[in-house]
């Protein structure tokens, strides 16, 4: 396995418990690269030991050619950005921003001139000698950042670093992440259970269940083909559909779906025996009056308004759930009422597991 940062065969068991289960990973030089995974998946495990904060039971860690599996975390080329930020509230902005430079032997001008770029780097010129009780949620996270990049780590490690702030900083402070890390050409590893999050940052992301890497690939390729129902359902909430294979031909398969309904989509790369689910995104399903293939009858059992969409929450025959997300002046009929939905075939997703 060839990265700039490797995990080969890392486990780390808690007597009976394996929290990591021989897991391999790569990442590139420069690459911004997301853990995604509910709580309980591993995420931030493997992120301990990346930063040294926990010793694997067994596997290695390399980075920029060198095993660092042994080095304590100080001695490790790598800054960690905690989720609280662990700023010093009794310290100044460009003490904070310092910390780690003077514990190094940095002093004086270089000391002063270093702080100075980072605080232009975070756009906060002027704010050195500000105390950090002084100032927003966004601009602590900067000045976390910035205490995380001070030393020019080879590896920056990012633990849920926009889960503090409130909903209307995030997306701001979310693009200021990303072109920073992008303009610094920083190599990173970032742990979200934040889909959305996920999507928007990353070059590529790694699915995280139960200690185990269930898949790897650009956020395109994670939403558009995802491995397995628990992807598919986790990154961007699919409705699974149980279905059976009809009828097949050189560039089509026929699915039949619950209550006689029909599907008919391009050929995959699966193999389609026994019970397979039809993934189909709540953004793929549109109203429709049609009856033929790749339409369902579903009941409507609510609607939430969203503002750019309205949700539906619908019931198909079988009783198996579904949702979808219409335009906001979508015509909704009223709950308990039938409808019927379609979609394009292209943006269908069959999964055998």
Do not use: C
Not at 105 to 114: K, P, Q, V, Y
Not at 157 to 172: F, K
Not at 238 to 261: H, K, M, Q
Not at 297 to 321: H, I, N, Q, S
């Amino acid at each position: 396995m060839s990265g700039f940062v490797t995990f080969e065969g890392i486990e780390l068991r808690y007597g009976a418990h394996t929290a990591l289960a021989g897991l391999d990973l790569s990442i590139s030089q420069g690459e911004i690269f997301v853990l995604l995974g509910t709580s309980g998946s591993g995420k931030t495990t493997l992120l301990k030991i990346a930063g040294g904060f926990l010793t694997p039971s067994a596997g290695r860690i390399v980075l920029d050619n060198t095993d660092i599996t042994a080095l304590p975390s100080w001695q490790r080329p790598v800054n960690t950005m905690f989720q609280n930020y662990a700023l010093f509230p009794h310290m100044r902005v460009a003490e904070n921003i310092g910390f780690g430079l003077r514990r190094q032997g940095m002093r004086g001008r270089e000391l002063a001139s270093r702080v100075e770029e980072l605080l232009a780097l975070i756009r906060l010129e002027g704010h050195g000698a500000r105390r950090i009780s002084e100032l927003s949620g966004g601009q602590q996270q900067r000045v976390a950042l910035a205490r995380s990049l001070a030393r020019r780590p080879k590896l920056l490690l990012l633990d849920e670093p926009l889960s503090a702030l409130d909903r209307s900083l995030r997306e701001e402070t979310r693009a200021d992440l990303l072109a920073l890390l992008k303009f610094l050409g920083t190599t990173s590893i970032i742990v979200t259970h934040d889909q959305d999050e996920a999507l928007a940052i990353a070059d590529r992301i790694g699915v995280l269940r139960e200690g185990r890497l269930e898949q790897v690939g650009r956020p395109s390729d994670l939403y558009e083909r995802p491995a397995t129902r628990a992807i598919a359902a986790f990154l961007g909430a699919a409705n699974l559909i149980p279905v059976r294979l009809a009828e097949s031909t050189a560039d089509t398969l026929s699915l039949a779906l619950p209550g006689g309904a029909t599907a008919i989509m391009p050929v995959r790369p699966i193999a389609p025996a026994g019970l397979l689910h039809l993934a189909l995104r709540p953004e793929s399903l549109t109203l429709t009056i049609g009856t033929g293939p790749n339409t369902l009858a579903a009941t409507v059992e609510g609607a939430t308004y969203r503002g750019a969409t309205r949700d539906l929450r619908l019931r198909l025959p079988d009783g198996t759930p579904l949702r979808a997300n219409l335009s906001p002046d979508a015509p909704i009929p009223p709950e308990g009422s039938a409808l019927r939905l379609t979609w394009n075939p292209s943006r269908a997703i069959l999964l055998d597991r």
